[in-house]
T-cell receptor
Framework: GIQVEQSPPDLILQEGANSTLRCNFSDSVNNLQWFHQNPWGQLINLFYIPSGTKQNGRLSATTVATERYSLLYISSSQTTDSGVYFCAVLQGTGGFKTIFGAGTRLFVKA | NAGVMQNPRHLVRRRGQEARLRCSPMKGHSHVYWYRQLPEEGLKFMVYLQKENIIDESGMPKERFSAEFPKEGPSILRIQQVVRGDSAAYFC??????????????FGSGTRLTVV
C-alpha cells in the first residue's frame, strides 16, 4: 500500500519563528489533507490540497503531485500552533482509505 | 450546521465489558469511516460504511470488533470483551462520497476509550 512519510518527527520552535513541514507519499493520490491535532486531541482540518498552493492566514500549503510531496508552512508561529500535524492521503483511482502519516509533533515555546 | 458528532467523548470500561461508540455524520454525508489512534501514533483505518452496508473492513481486528451504519440513527463501533490493548482514541469521519478528487473528510472529536 501507499506509504506516507512526514518530517521532521519532532520540532521545537521559539514563538515567532517560521517552519516547514514535509510530507512524502509513495504513489499517486486523489487528494491530500493536512490536519492539526491540538493538545486536547481534536483533529482540525487545515487544508484539502491535492495539488497547487493554498493559504489561510499564517499557514500555507503546497502539493506537487507529480513529485509526490506536500509542504506545510507555518509563519510567525504562536504557542497555540503546538500539537501534532498530520498529512493524510487518499489513494489513487477507486481508493477510499485515507492513509495518515505518523505526524510532526510541534512545540512552540513562549 | 453541526459537524461529525461522536459520543461519548470519554469512555472507561473494565476488562471483559463491551464498549459502544457512536458517530453521527455531517448532514448530507452518507459515507462513514472509523479510525483508531493508539497513544503517540497516527490514525489507522478500520472500516468504511455506507448506509446499511459495510464497504471495507480490512482494518478491523477479526474478533471482538464490529461496526454498523443503520438506515436510521448513528453509526456504531462495538468492541466486545475489551482488553487493555483496546485503549485508544477512536475517530469517525464522514464524506459526501468516496474516491473522488472533490471531497475531503471531516472528522469528529473522537472517543477516548480507556480499559482498566
Amino acid at each position: 500500500g501507499i506509504q506516507v512519510e512526514q518530517s521532521p518527527p519532532d520540532l521545537i520552535l521559539q514563538e515567532g519563528a517560521n517552519s516547514t513541514l514535509r510530507c512524502n507519499f509513495s504513489d499517486s493520490v486523489n487528494n491530500l489533507q493536512w490536519f492539526h491535532q491540538n493538545p486536547w486531541g481534536q483533529l482540525i482540518n487545515l487544508f484539502y490540497i491535492p495539488s497547487g498552493t493554498k493559504q489561510n492566514g499564517r499557514l500555507s500549503a503546497t502539493t506537487v503531485a507529480t513529485e509526490r510531496y506536500s509542504l506545510l508552512y507555518i509563519s510567525s508561529s504562536q504557542t497555540t500552533d503546538s500539537g501534532v500535524y498530520f498529512c493524510a492521503v487518499l489513494q489513487g483511482t477507486g481508493g477510499f482509505k485515507t492513509i495518515f502519516g505518523a505526524g510532526t509533533r510541534l512545540f512552540v515555546k513562549a | 450546521n453541526a459537524g461529525v458528532m461522536q459520543n461519548p467523548r470519554h469512555l472507561v470500561r473494565r476488562r471483559g465489558q463491551e464498549a459502544r461508540l457512536r458517530c453521527s455524520p455531517m448532514k448530507g454525508h452518507s459515507h462513514v469511516y472509523w479510525y483508531r489512534q493508539l497513544p503517540e501514533e497516527g490514525l489507522k483505518f478500520m472500516v468504511y460504511l455506507q448506509k446499511e452496508n459495510i464497504i471495507d473492513e480490512s482494518g478491523m481486528p477479526k474478533e471482538r470488533f464490529s461496526a454498523e451504519f443503520p438506515k436510521e440513527g448513528p453509526s456504531i463501533l462495538r468492541i466486545q470483551q475489551v482488553v487493555r490493548g483496546d485503549s485508544a482514541a477512536y475517530f469517525c469521519a464522514s464524506s459526501e462520497a468516496s474516491g473522488s478528487r472533490n471531497y475531503g473528510y471531516t472528522f469528529g472529536s473522537g472517543t477516548r476509550l480507556t480499559v482498566v
